[in-house]
């Protein structure tokens, strides 16, 4: 299974709610990526995770909490957003002990609408 | 980290091959250089990786000058499913670097 798959496809949610996305890999690999993506723009990292530990923040507001349970999921919890927060969010997960240096596998990633 | 510089955007037609140059003036030692292809509404794919010379796969060849300062993503005769973003990325897999995106070259490939 060479798939990472992300859910929900489609998200609307209002400046008050609470809401997560959920990423999920079982390629065994022990990094996770949390990027965003708006529209015509390059994805930026937002977050790492490796072996289920933060390793990187790339400074995102408070309002964005991620979680990584265990080595196969991701969880990114909203809270707060702005409607400057809609994007494309993009989980990725890779091994860096492959033979290709840091792959990164991407999911089809997650439309939020933040109204 | 080294920045990049590709061109914003690139026209071809159906069986041309299509050359899309990045410039990393400063790459460092440890620094490899690698290419994804993205498509609307979908996650990045990997396409290639290389550290000097020349790479090959199924897809794409790379080809990195001595100085590294710039590299060469080539596809073989394009169609029309390879319109699409394709970016540059410089850095070190063992520092865990590599995970600054570039602007991306947007392919159209004409029929």
């Known amino acids: 299974d060479t798939e990472v798959t992300q859910t929900p496809k489609h998200l609307v949610m209002g400046m008050t709610n609470k809401k997560s996305l959920k990423c999920e890999q079982h390629m065994g690999h022990r990094a996770m990526y949390w990027y965003k993506q708006k529209a015509k723009k390059p994805p930026e990292l937002m977050f790492v995770y490796s072996y289920e530990k933060l390793s990187i923040n790339e400074s995102v507001p408070s309002r964005f909490s991620p979680e990584c349970p265990n080595s196969s999921l991701l969880n990114l919890h909203l809270h707060a957003l702005q409607p400057e927060d809609s994007a494309l969010y993009l989980c990725?997960?890779?091994?860096?002990?492959?033979?290709?240096?840091?792959?990164?596998?991407f999911g089809p990633g997650t439309r939020l609408t933040v109204l | 980290l080294a920045k990049t510089t590709q061109p914003i955007s690139m026209d071809s037609y159906e069986g041309q091959e299509v050359n899309i140059t990045c410039s990393h003036n400063n790459i460092a030692t440890n620094d490899y250089i690698t290419w994804y292809q993205q498509f609307p509404s979908q996650g990045p794919r990997f396409i290639i990786q290389g550290y000097k010379t020349k790479v090959t796969n199924e897809v794409a060849s790379l080809f990195i000058p001595a100085d590294r300062k710039s590299s060469t993503l080539s596809l073989p005769r394009v169609s029309l499913s390879d319109t699409a973003v394709y970016y540059c990325l410089v850095g070190d897999p063992g520092a865990g670097n590599m995970l600054t995106f570039g602007g991306g070259t947007r392919l159209m490939v004409k029929p």
């Open positions: 990725a997960s890779s091994q860096p002990a492959s033979g290709r240096a840091d792959e990164q596998f």
